[in-house]
């Protein structure tokens, strides 16, 4: 790639949580509360470059910044936002699987910036998303109020346990065969965010990419290369529909009833949001999660154990807080480290006698039974 003002064109890429990435025990962020507030952290270090990581496209890597941001270099075929998109998206899958929980980049949060030859990168443009917005922000320092505090506390991992999580992610997804793994991080990405629908679409398409894996080797080739006629026969998806293959599946002693069982009600529900409308709800979507990578599971240890990607399972839905309302309202003073006032509004105690705008067609009235 050309060398431009000493540095290099990149694309970058954010995603959530946010989550710093150290070099090592000494390499820490630990700016005071008043540091945070008057924006004097050491924004610099948000920039550096903390590793590289090995995606197959040698004799490059995918960078990774210390504030999370994920860097490749620019050309021409990672240029497309759809190509460069796909790479992100799959070390993040490979990362999940690996134990490390992250959501999907969207296309919004990709962008182009630079890479200096001392290692740090400056985010130019290109992307709006949130996750971009945030790290273009704190990097200027021109972050918001509301949004600054998430630097005083963020999470943070290890080099050496990044790399370990992508390398265990990876094994353990090359053992599946060629799966959507994009579709799976974006089913986890979905169903943390309550998206049950989106959730579950993505879930069921790497689940039938599974189940189509398994059909292939261990019915279609388990006796020998098939003659044409049986192959044909065999790839009819008119006359071999998914819950056929399942249940061939079972009858072959691979699949355990009860995943049998999880994963016919997610179809169901698949179609019943695909051809009638009826949104699927919670349980619905977490079922999906669960089914899926029990056959995962399965599809990793030739099916001898539904407890491969358990892990992954327990680490998505510990971020899901499907509940409107928290279960708990009010805090002692000893459980909060931190807070910022509200201005008051009119019926607050705090706004006193001072005059405000009443609608008189707006104001509340109270409901009689039977009015």
Avoid at 55 to 75: K, N
Avoid at 114 to 119: A, D, K
Wanted: charged letters at 25%; one cysteine or more.
């Amino acid at each position: 790639m050309p060398r431009t003002h000493e540095a290099v064109p990149i694309i970058t890429a954010n995603y959530r949580p946010l989550r710093f990435v150290a070099r090592g025990p000494l390499d820490q962020w630990a700016p005071t509360l008043e540091e945070i507030n008057s924006r004097e952290y050491d924004y610099v270090k948000l920039h550096r470059m903390s590793t590289y990581v090995d995606v197959g496209i040698a004799p490059y890597s995918m960078g990774v910044c210390f504030d999370g941001t994920l860097v490749l270099p620019a050309t021409p075929a990672l240029r497309e936002r759809e190509s460069s998109l796909a790479l992100f998206n799959r070390t993040l899958a490979e990362l999940l699987v690996g134990g490390i929980y992250c959501e999907a980049v969207t296309p919004d949060d990709v962008g182009y910036g630079s890479l200096s030859f001392t290692g740090y990168v400056r985010m130019h443009g290109g992307a709006g998303g949130d996750a971009a917005t945030f790290h273009r922000a704190a990097r200027s320092k021109h972050i918001g109020t509301l949004d600054v505090i998430s630097l005083l506390n963020p999470e943070s991992i290890a080099v050496d346990d990044l790399q370990a999580s992508v390398a265990r992610g990876r094994e353990l997804l090359q053992r599946l065969g060629e799966i959507p793994r994009e579709q799976l991080l974006y089913g986890a990405t979905f169903y943390v965010r309550k998206q049950w629908a989106e959730s579950l679409i993505n879930i069921w398409t790497t689940t039938e990419r599974l189940v189509e894996i398994a059909w292939q080797k261990y019915v279609v080739v388990a006796f020998g290369k098939p003659s044409k006629g049986r192959r044909a026969f065999l790839d009819d998806h008119r006359t071999w529909p998914v819950s056929a293959k399942l249940e061939v599946l079972l009858q072959k002693g691979m699949l355990p009833v009860s995943v049998l069982d999880t994963l016919d009600r997610v179809r169901k529900a698949r179609n019943d949001f695909a051809h009638r409308g009826a949104m699927p709800d919670h349980a619905v979507a977490t079922s999906a999660l669960d089914g899926c990578f029990q056959l995962a599971s399965l599809c990793a240890s030739n099916f001898t154990s539904t407890t491969e990607f358990s892990e992954v399972t327990s680490l998505i839905q510990a971020r899901c807080k499907p509940r409107l309302y928290p279960e708990k309202t009010k805090f002692s003073e000893s459980e909060v480290s931190h807070w910022l006032p509200l201005p008051p509004l009119p019926g607050d105690k705090e706004w006193g006698d001072k005059p405000f705008e009443v609608l008189e067609d707006l104001v509340l009235k109270p409901v009689r039974d039977g009015a």
